[in-house]
Structures are given as structure tokens and as C-alpha cells.
């Protein structure tokens, strides 16, 4: 009986023929290094779509599985797809990576060590010790401000939120929801954080991109927001409904107690004058914090 653990390395591409033959022969390279460590490593493509011949290439280059997506549903739905796939066929890690190659194939192996040595269930790339080349400015800034405000909203000590390459195991692919179609970097980070998971960081090279484009541009965060908002609402409702209801049942007792103020004060004719918008504001916080809590049971109900 076979004791090898299993490593699947899912490879999301749209219209990849340019490289996506080169990216598979260059991770089949890196079997004999996996096997030697008792690893039997297999690659999975999610084809996202593409209309041009990367399914193809991808099955001549010798890729162990191919799944489809019959139409461009996004870079989080193909990712979903794989780590779905790779949770069915008993990955004990799996790994996504680039299909344009701008990450290292052996890097692969690196990354999965602390989650093979159970030291972490989450393993992101650090890019910006080995990068090759110089990131475009608006890239750079768009990095710092989404890793500043997933290691503000995880605690973790995040460095680099938005890899090509991360790994996850077994832990976390039994609980993993990845709800947006658009990106998972800050999906993976939030879902896991909150589902209880170790993280951590290894340095991975990065290189300039030769071919296709990158689907990050100024849309970014305004795709991206929304999806940070999801999946805090469908992993920690109370957090996101429990301080709307705050904020507002705060304004509601603010001008509340200020216009009460005034009235005593002699310089007010009534006690409240805002009355509308006292008692909106108060049954609107109240409502946002009876639909959290309640959620919040929802969400946290065992499952059978």
C-alpha cells in the first residue's frame, strides 16, 4: 500500500496557449524532486473558459486532469473549482499557481513544507524578497493597501496579500467557501482566518510577466470590496450587521440626548425635533443587530 501524500497543483487559465504547455512541462519537471520526498505530486488545469487552444495544450503537455468551466465565470470561481476537485481526489495540500509562469515550479514544493510539517494550514508567497523585475506602480499601491487591510482584519503578519501562489491542506480544504467569482486571495485569507487556521509565509521568486495580461486593473477594488464584504457576512455576520446596527442606534441616541439637551437648555421649542430620524435610525440599528444575531446562529449551527 502506498504511504506517498498527495500534492495537487491547480493551475487556473484563460486563453493560456501561449505558455500554458511550457508551465505544465515545467511543473512535471519537478515529480522526480516530489517523489523523492514521498510525494506524489499531480496538476490540475481549470480551463476558465478560454477560447482559444489552452485545453488542448494543456492535455498534450501532460496535465493529470482537466475541468472546465463551458464560460469565463473569473480567477475565484476557477480556484474554487480546483480546490473543490483537489478536496475529492484526496489532496493532503493543494497549491495554486500561475499559468504564465512568473512563479518558480520548485517553489511549489517550498511552499507546501510548512503545511506537510503542520506547522500551518495557510501558506501565502512572499514575492517582494525575490522579484525580478519592477511592479508597475499602481500594483505596488494597491498591494500595500489590500495586505494593510487583511493584516488589520486578520491579525496576521501578512507581507504580501496577493500571490500567484499559495498553499492550503486538508485542514482547510474540508471548510473552505470561496463565495466571489472575481479573486480569492483576500476570500482565502478572511474564510481561513475566521475558520480558525494557521498562517504563514515563504519567500517565492516572481518574474516579470511575458505573456497575456494580468486581470488586476483600476476595477480591482471595486470588485474586490465587495467579495471582502461576502465572505464577512456569510463566515462572521455579527461583525458586519452587529456594527451597522451600532453605528446607527449611536446616531439615533446621539441626537436623541443632544436635541433633549437643547430642549432643556431652553434654546429647543420640543425635546426631539428629529423624530423621524431618531426612530429610524434606532429601529434600523435594531433590526441590523437582531438579523446578525441571528445569522450568527445560522452560521454556527453544527453541521451533521
Do not use: C
Not at 139 to 162: A, E, H, Y
Not at 244 to 267: D, K, M, N, R, S
Amino acid at each position: 500500500m502506498s504511504t506517498s501524500r498527495r500534492l495537487i497543483v491547480v493551475v487556473p487559465a484563460y486563453n493560456e496557449e501561449e505558455r500554458i504547455a511550457e508551465t505544465i512541462t515545467a511543473l512535471r519537471g519537478v515529480r522526480e524532486e516530489a517523489r523523492q520526498r514521498g510525494l506524489e505530486l499531480l496538476i490540475y488545469v481549470v480551463d476558465d473558459g478560454s477560447r482559444d487552444r489552452t485545453r488542448e495544450l494543456a492535455e498534450q503537455a501532460g496535465a493529470d486532469r482537466i475541468l472546465r468551466h463551458r464560460v469565463n465565470r473569473g480567477l475565484g470561481a476557477a480556484v474554487r473549482t480546483g480546490l473543490t476537485a483537489a478536496r475529492s481526489d484526496g489532496a493532503d495540500v493543494a497549491v495554486k499557481f500561475d499559468a504564465d509562469l512568473q512563479h518558480d515550479p520548485h517553489d511549489v514544493l517550498r511552499i507546501s513544507e510548512p503545511v506537510f510539517e503542520d506547522v500551518a494550514d495557510v501558506v501565502y508567497g512572499h514575492r517582494f524578497e525575490k522579484i525580478a523585475y519592477r511592479m508597475p506602480f499602481v500594483r505596488r499601491i494597491g498591494n500595500i493597501v489590500f495586505t494593510r487591510l487583511m493584516r488589520w482584519l486578520t491579525g496576521w503578519p501578512l507581507r504580501d496579500s496577493q500571490p500567484g501562489i499559495f498553499a492550503v491542506g486538508r485542514a482547510y480544504l474540508e471548510v473552505f467557501h470561496l463565495p466571489g467569482d472575481y479573486n480569492y486571495t483576500q476570500q482565502v485569507l478572511l474564510d481561513a482566518y475566521h475558520k480558525g487556521m494557521r498562517f504563514d509565509h515563504v519567500d517565492v521568486e516572481f518574474r516579470r510577466r511575458e505573456t497575456g495580461r494580468s486581470f488586476v486593473s483600476l476595477r480591482y477594488p471595486f470588485k474586490v470590496l465587495p467579495q471582502i464584504l461576502m465572505v464577512l457576512v456569510s463566515v462572521r455576520p455579527m461583525k458586519v450587521f452587529g456594527t451597522i446596527g451600532i453605528v446607527f442606534l449611536a446616531i439615533a441616541a446621539g441626537v436623541f440626548f443632544w436635541q433633549l439637551g437643547e430642549y432643556f437648555a431652553g434654546t429647543s421649542p420640543k425635546p426631539v425635533m428629529s423624530v423621524n430620524l431618531v426612530l429610524g435610525s434606532g429601529l434600523f440599528g435594531l433590526q441590523s443587530l437582531f438579523f446578525g444575531l441571528l445569522a450568527e446562529l445560522i452560521v454556527r449551527r453544527p453541521t451533521r
